[in-house]
């Protein structure tokens, strides 16, 4: 049956990936979701799902819609999940490649806005905690940038005023882009731990004078780091 309708399926198939993709873009972007983030997001939820086969399967014991295309419609439906893992790996891909365009874009930004930077503290991660040290910085008019890699952070950062770019203070590369061999200190902010730890672990080999604070939730990796000379604070021990 399948192949008898190959090409009537190939087409169906075609225009409601296409048109899935297409509500469920919109519907992000009328949420206000980044577009590149809606797109990956339209192309993961293309696919149908298993809630059409509760649906058609009493219609076709009702004899609501005919044996024949309830079948094609099981098809045209596992057809499309199937489809899902290769739709979802092309919206990362298409995202990693906008990422690293945006990436190029925001470190020339930064080599052309922090070369006279000296003795400044470089923040990474602006998360909560990043916030609270950026503002405390400013209040003390104590020269600072901050990285993260999230790009909706950074874009309201700069909306709110922050020296802020896009970046991944996990590579020494970029950091050295932000003057860490110049800096009088980084403060790791980051809320996945290994990734704190990675980073500031390049820190300690790439730039051994370099004073490196780290923000930790737990103390997994607490003695490593205070072994390589970090030093570790744990903001839920401390009074307010």
């Known amino acids: ?17 296409g048109i899935k993709i297409v509500i469920i873009f919109g519907l992000c972007k009328l949420f ?18 298993e809630f059409v086969f509760v649906i058609i399967a009493p219609s076709v014991a009702a004899k609501l819609i005919s044996p024949e295309l309830g079948q094609l419609l099981f098809s045209l439906v596992a057809i499309s999940m199937a489809f899902t893992p290769i739709l ?16 190029e874009r925001f470190t020339n930004d930064a080599l052309s806005e922090t070369m006279d930077l000296r003795n400044h503290v470089i923040i990474a991660g602006f998360g909560q905690v990043g916030g609270i040290i950026a503002r405390l910085l400013t209040e003390k008019l104590v020269p600072f940038v901050i990285i993260d890699n999230d790009l909706k952070a950074v874009t309201e950062g700069r909306q709110n005023g922050f020296p802020i ?39 300690r080999r790439q730039f051994t004078d370099l004073m490196v ?27 307010p």
């Open 213 to 239: 604070s780290v923000r930790l939730e737990d103390d997994e990796f607490e003695n490593k780091l205070v072994q390589a000379g970090v030093n570790v604070v744990m903001p839920q021990y401390l009074e």
């Open 88 to 103: 979802a790996n092309f919206g990362k891909r298409i995202e990693e490649k906008f990422l690293e365009k945006e990436g």
């Open 1 to 17: 049956l399948i192949i008898s309708y190959a090409y009537q399926l190939t087409f169906v198939l075609l225009g409601y990936l």
């Open 32 to 49: 206000r979701i980044p577009t590149i983030s809606s797109f990956r997001v339209a192309m993961i939820l293309a696919g149908g799902g």
């Open 165 to 203: 770019f896009f970046g991944d203070a996990r590579r020494a590369e970029v950091m050295r882009t932000f003057g860490a061999n110049k800096a009088r200190a980084v403060l790791i902010c980051f809320k996945n731990e290994k990734s704190a730890y990675r980073a500031a672990m390049m820190l």
